[in-house]
């Protein structure tokens, strides 16, 4: 793990499934809960629970909606996350070894 590995720098929110292959991270935000700034390889989140949440990168800020079901493929990429909803947002999220 390196001191961008969201299990170290946003515990608060994640957990570990399983390393193999694949790293498989439960992700559970509550309202207001925020994730430092971590790193992420190219990866998969499937939102069990669908809410919104604001990521900041590289100095930009967007809201976006996740929807039950809902399916993202995502670039490498170092973000922080926030949940701005009012319940719980529930997310697995699928890290792709290189």
Do not use: C, W
């Amino acid at each position: 793990m390196n001191n961008m590995d969201p299990l170290m720098t946003a515990s608060n929110v994640y957990k570990l499934l399983n390393e193999n292959k694949v790293r498989v991270l439960e992700v559970t935000f509550k309202p207001n809960d925020v994730a430092k700034m971590h790193h992420h390889p190219y990866y998969v989140v499937y939102a069990l629970s669908g809410r919104k949440m604001r990521l900041t990168s590289e100095g930009k800020t967007q809201e976006i909606e996740l929807k039950s079901g809902q399916v993202l493929f995502l670039d490498a990429q170092d973000h922080e996350a926030e949940n701005i909803g009012h319940t719980t947002l529930d997310l697995l999220v699928m890290e792709l070894k290189q």
